[in-house]
């Protein structure tokens, strides 16, 4: 039976190239597919993979082309991809590679953009709920999935160190989570829509602005500058999972990794809930 079609290469390859001009830095994540065309028909019909580039090399192929090229835009940076592999291997007839970029917002705060703060372009749902019986409401106002990142200023120390333990303490980090944020109201606002936009514009400036020792302790003083500055909220609960950019170890390629290329994966991830209640 003839063997009319066939490709390989390696799916769902994250990376993350972070390039860093003093506090200024800029996040470029793409979701990359890399399949290869070309003389490997023999590992289908005779079960012989001589010609056969392994898939896990595919990934560190795109790994090491992002360490050598942080700054170039998704176009280059695939086409400096596809080059590398019909450079290398002759067996290679044609690559078809194609990413999905996670594009990264520059957040401003009062009109002015922030060196390392970013927010998921096309971001989250308004939440609302309401429990009401004839003689009392409860009204409850949010956001599921607001997604936000800091590419520095967050650390995650002096946790728990027994035989289980494989992460090692770090004083620098990215720190990103899809935020589910809920508050409920004590009293009816001025205007619903501005107050809402108000405690956003709260969280992540609390976030974005101040050093983080982790997810509980940003959490923590976001809800209390919240509390602070809007009377009608009674508390505001939070779910915050951690979406996680690991260093990628390039020491195999003979390459240092300055924290500049990163894979990002949210499975599984660290999920940190809380309510903070006025009191």
């Not at 590419?151 to 992460?167: A, I, M």
């Not at 602005?209 to 302790?217: A, E, I, K, L, P």
Request: proline fraction near 4%.
């Amino acid at each position: 039976m003839p063997l009319t079609a066939s490709k390989y290469g390696k799916g769902r390859v994250r990376v993350m190239r972070l390039t860093r001009d003093g506090d200024h830095h800029t996040p470029r994540e793409l979701n990359i597919t890399a399949l290869m065309k070309g003389a490997f028909d023999a590992s289908w019909t005779e079960g012989d993979n001589r010609a056969c580039v392994a898939t896990d090399s595919v990934k560190n192929i795109c790994n090491v082309v992002a360490a050598k090229n942080i700054s170039l835009d998704k176009e280059a940076f695939i086409e400096a991809v596809a080059k590398l592999f019909l450079d290398t291997y002759p067996q290679v007839e044609q690559m078809q590679i194609e990413a999905k970029e996670t594009r990264w917002r520059r957040h401003a705060f009062d009109g002015k953009p922030h060196g390392h703060v970013f927010t998921l372009d096309g971001n989250g749902f308004g939440y609302v709920k309401l429990v009401a019986s004839r003689d009392k409401a409860v009204l409850q106002s949010g956001l599921r999935g607001f997604t936000f990142m800091k590419t520095t200023q967050s650390g995650w120390v002096d946790f728990v160190n027994d035989e289980y333990r494989t992460l090692a303490d770090t004083t620098d980090r990215i720190a990103a989570t899809a935020m589910d944020a809920t508050w409920t109201w004590l009293s009816a606002p001025a205007d619903y829509t501005t107050t809402n936009a108000k405690v956003l514009d709260i969280l992540i400036e609390v976030f974005g602005t101040t050093y983080s020792y982790g997810v509980q302790d940003s959490m923590y003083r976001m809800a209390e500058a919240v509390l602070a500055a809007v009377p009608e909220i009674a508390d505001i609960s939070f779910a915050m999972p951690n979406k996680h950019y690991i260093p990628i170890n390039l020491a195999p390629f003979g390459l240092e990794n300055p924290g500049a290329v990163f894979l990002p994966t949210d499975e599984p991830h660290g999920q940190i809930e809380a309510t903070i209640s006025r009191g």
